[in-house]
């Protein structure tokens, strides 16, 4: 168990192995924690890295050793479904994308990947299909939702199912949502709301997630190019990828050699 109460790292251990199956912390408990990290000066409880550049680890992070293996900076697991791989207390942040990974049904070869949704906003949504009947159509929210949203900011969106009808949403809350119309048709309908306790989240923020330490090293191979061409445009990066050092002195960033890493 590893856990700081200051400067530095509470654990870290390494694996030089280049072979095998081998681990920088093996821990093995039916009780408690296979491997627990904390801190208070604001930095890492747990830090993973995997600098792989296989050619495969564009995507994934594959090994090149391997068609089948994969290179994680962390990686967590569980034996229940009712259990987490990797649960946070707190917020969770990535720079990259964030998948869903779906077994293909008919081909044992591939996997399906959905990437999450994103906004500005930490939102909540209901969907699904009414009918209005004398010009009507009440829709109860789930209890669910009401109980996981706040109570301002719900909107509701309809759409006219198999026929053309003048329809419009008359309320729109967190209990309900009422649909009139001039024909009795079928809609569809989607509602919005913000999970509670995050209204008042903030899109923007200082960058503490793209500041290079090395000068002359490329910085972020981790990203695909084009993403990385985003910290050219922005001057964090100079064409080739490496640190700009004008920009890194503006902002108060301290660039180290790379022998000095």
């Given at each position: 168990?590893?856990?700081?109460?200051?400067?530095?790292?509470?654990l870290r251990a390494r694996s030089l192995a280049?072979?095998?199956?081998?681990?920088?912390?093996?821990?093995?408990?039916?009780?408690?924690?296979?491997?627990?990290?904390?801190?208070?000066?604001?930095?890492?409880?747990?830090?993973?890295?995997?600098?792989?550049?296989?050619?495969?680890?564009?995507?994934?992070?594959?090994?090149?050793?391997?068609?089948?293996?994969?290179?994680?900076?962390?990686?967590?697991?569980?034996?229940?479904?009712?259990?987490?791989?990797?649960?946070?207390?707190?917020?969770?942040?990535?720079?990259?994308?964030?998948?869903?990974?779906?077994p293909h049904p008919t081909d044992p070869s591939?996997?399906?990947?959905?990437?999450?949704?994103?906004?500005?906003?930490?939102?909540?949504?209901?969907?699904?299909?009414?009918?209005?009947?004398?010009?009507?159509?009440?829709?109860?929210?789930?209890?669910?939702?009401?109980?996981?949203?706040?109570?301002?900011?719900?909107?509701?969106?309809?759409?006219?199912?198999?026929?053309?009808?003048d329809v419009w949403i008359e309320e729109q809350?967190?209990?309900?949502?009422?649909?009139?119309?001039?024909?009795?048709?079928?809609?569809?309908?989607?509602?919005?709301?913000?999970?509670?306790?995050?209204?008042?989240?903030?899109?923007?923020?200082?960058?503490?997630?793209?500041?290079?330490?090395?000068?002359?090293?490329?910085?972020?191979?981790?990203?695909?190019?084009?993403?990385?061409?985003?910290?050219?445009?922005?001057?964090?990066?100079?064409?080739?990828?490496?640190?700009?050092?004008?920009?890194?002195?503006?902002?108060?960033?301290?660039?180290?050699?790379?022998?000095?890493?």
């Open positions: 168990m590893g856990l700081q109460h200051g400067g530095g790292a509470g280049t072979s095998g199956t081998n681990y920088g912390v093996d821990s093995w408990s039916t009780v408690a924690y296979g491997v627990y990290g904390g801190t208070t000066s604001g930095s890492y409880g747990v830090f993973g890295i995997n600098q792989s550049t296989a050619s495969q680890a564009k995507a994934i992070g594959a090994n090149a050793t391997g068609t089948t293996a994969v290179n994680y900076g962390v990686w967590g697991n569980t034996g229940s479904a009712t259990g987490y791989g990797v649960y946070s207390s707190g917020d969770m942040g990535g720079t990259g994308a964030k998948f869903f990974v779906q591939l996997e399906i990947r959905f990437a999450c949704l994103e906004g500005n906003e930490s939102g909540t949504y209901f969907r699904g299909t009414a009918k209005i009947e004398s010009g009507i159509a009440v829709i109860e929210t789930p209890e669910e939702f009401r109980l996981a949203s706040e109570s301002e900011r719900v909107t509701a969106q309809v759409t006219v199912v198999g026929a053309r009808a809350s967190r209990d309900r949502i009422v649909v009139r119309g001039d024909r009795d048709v079928s809609i569809n309908y989607f509602v919005n709301g913000v999970r509670r306790g995050f209204a008042k989240h903030q899109a923007m923020h200082p960058n503490r997630s793209f500041v290079p330490e090395t000068r002359g090293v490329p910085f972020g191979t981790q990203y695909a190019d084009d993403y990385r061409r985003l910290l050219v445009e922005n001057g964090i990066l100079n064409a080739d990828f490496t640190p700009n050092e004008e920009t890194a002195s503006r902002l108060g960033w301290t660039l180290r050699d790379p022998e000095a890493r």
